[in-house]
């Protein structure tokens, strides 16, 4: 599995536009062959600072969305909001820690 993680500087005015056009084609991203997770987040008190977080089977299938219409349809529309350029990579999980409730859960199982 890889994760792209793609942290965008939004000029203010155009947040809203890059919301609605994320809402416009979130369910096209997530149905691409090979996308297994998307998500949206926002800076704590950074408003115009967003991130993706995208969840790919394999690198191909990264490459295969990355060299796509629709990701060039949306790259085009988006990054005329940007007011700094986003930084990009793709990360692969090392370790995952549950919360203590699964610890919990997993401590009265046993």
């Not at 599995?1 to 005015?13: A, S």
């Not at 930084?87 to 401590?107: N, T």
């Amino acid at each position: 599995m890889v994760i792209r993680v793609v942290r965008m500087y939004f000029k203010e005015e155009h947040i809203e536009d890059f919301l609605k056009l994320f809402n416009d084609t979130k369910d096209r991203i997530r149905a691409f062959d090979g996308c297994l997770r998307l998500e949206l987040l926002q800076d704590h008190g950074q408003e115009h600072i967003l991130t993706t977080y995208s969840y790919w089977r394999d690198l191909k299938a990264l490459d295969n969305y990355r060299h796509s219409a629709l990701f060039m349809e949306v790259w085009s529309q988006m990054k005329k909001y940007f007011a700094a350029k986003p930084i990009a990579f793709s990360c692969k999980k090392i370790v995952e820690v549950d919360g203590q409730e699964a610890l919990q859960e997993e401590k009265a199982e046993n």
